[in-house]
């Protein structure tokens, strides 16, 4: 069963909600949606436009795993969100690109950031955000975005909803977790490498101090990306690692 769903009008981030509860000692599981965030953090530092409309939601959770086991689950959130998306846009349109970036059209459609820490009560809580531009593409971003308004299917009558999003993502994250927790990461990989078309071949890596040309040539177990560099040497990124 699908964690369930607090919808607040108004929050800063859904993650630092989250990260809140976890350190006053809640332990979830809860997601976390927001119609509006004030304060909506992406990754590496930079800010995550949350304008009304979208989807903005955080699963709250607390595992006995390490911080890097969990951060396996950055791979079931991005399937989560392709499985959302294929509810509302033609499937063909929909493609991840490593380590968690999800297409539309070829274009950002979504962010994820997890999040980690001791919980008081032991183990390690978790926050899963994730953000998907449902009505609105944000304008001026580094990457080009999108929204599912732009391409609704013919037979969905609608854009979903910030309630409808928020459920139907907390339905598919729970079917990967449940997988995960079950069958361990393997079955989750490779579920992700099949959605994730030209994963190997030509791969530009931006990393903090640099950036890396070179041939993809496969996922470690772990997820991180092998990348032949044109000198012949291999260099092994872990989605920590890109910028
Ligand atoms: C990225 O930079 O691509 C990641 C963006 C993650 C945005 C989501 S929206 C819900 C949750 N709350 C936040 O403040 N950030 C994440």
Redesign the pocket.
């Given at each position: 069963m699908a964690a369930p769903v607090l919808i607040l009008d108004e929050t800063d981030?859904?993650?630092?909600e989250a990260r809140r509860r976890a350190e006053a000692g809640e332990v979830g599981p809860l997601w976390i949606a927001a119609r509006r965030?004030t304060a909506?953090?992406?990754?590496r530092g930079?800010a995550?436009d949350?304008r009304e409309g979208n989807l903005?939601?955080?699963l709250l959770l607390t595992l006995n795993r390490s911080p890097a086991e969990a951060a396996q689950l950055t791979f079931a959130a991005a399937l989560s969100v392709a499985d959302l998306l294929d509810r509302y846009v033609p499937p063909a349109l929909v493609s991840i690109k490593w380590p968690n970036d999800v297409l539309l059209d070829g274009r950002k459609s979504s962010?994820?950031?997890i999040e980690s820490g001791p919980s008081p009560s032991g183990g390690l809580w978790l926050a899963v955000?994730?953000?998907v531009n449902l009505a609105h593409a944000p304008q001026g971003t580094e990457r080009p975005a999108t929204c599912i308004a732009e391409h609704l299917r013919y037979d969905v009558v609608a854009t979903p909803s910030t309630e409808d999003g928020a459920k139907v993502l907390a339905e598919a994250f729970d079917v990967w977790l449940e997988r995960w927790i079950s069958l361990g990461f393997q079955p989750v990989l490779d579920a992700w490498v099949a959605r994730t078309p030209g994963l190997f071949g030509p791969c530009t890596a931006r990393l903090s101090h640099e950036t890396l040309n070179g041939i993809a040539d496969g996922v470690e177990a772990d997820g991180a990306l092998r990348l032949k560099l044109p000198d012949g040497s291999l260099r092994v990124i872990s989605a920590g690692d890109v910028f």
């Open positions: 981030s859904t993650n630092a965030q909506g953090r992406g990754r930079r995550w949350s903005a939601s955080t962010g994820i950031l955000g994730i953000g």
